[in-house]
């Protein structure tokens, strides 16, 4: 089992900026991917960004890319999304998944565990 805890939501005004964090425990070593899905009320959720274990450069969504960066402290097994420029779109409760998936990070079905997720709420 993965156990995951998401902290850093808060309400901020748009141009703001926030950083998530999200503390993995458990059979992490399981896994091959961390990520940032997103979902706002009445849409569906959406991957945001991703990184694999072993190396490589996160992956990021169409409509983040440039404004968030994902880095990970593996020390700490904790995984962070610093989010720059936000704007009233990007208003959604953020969570954080661990799977072993394949190269389609953004599938939410490929990832097995999941935190409960951090409300972020960006006013205009």
């Known amino acids: 089992q993965v156990r995951l805890v998401e902290s850093g939501g808060d309400s901020v005004q748009a141009g703001g900026s926030l950083r998530l964090s999200c503390v993995a425990s458990g059979s992490i070593y399981s896994t091959n991917c961390m990520a940032w899905f997103r979902q706002a009320p009445g849409k569906e959720r959406e991957g945001v960004a991703a990184i694999y274990f072993g190396g490589g450069d996160p992956y990021y969504s169409d409509s983040v890319k440039g404004r968030f960066t994902l880095s990970q402290d593996d020390a700490e097994n904790t995984m962070y999304l610093q989010m720059n420029s936000l704007k009233p779109k990007d208003t959604a409760m953020y969570l954080c998944?661990?799977?072993?998936?394949?190269?389609?990070?953004?599938?939410?079905?490929?990832?097995?565990?999941w935190g409960q997720g951090t409300q972020v709420t960006v006013t205009s």
């Open positions: 998944a661990a799977g072993h998936v394949g190269p389609a990070w953004y599938r939410q079905g490929d990832f097995g565990y």
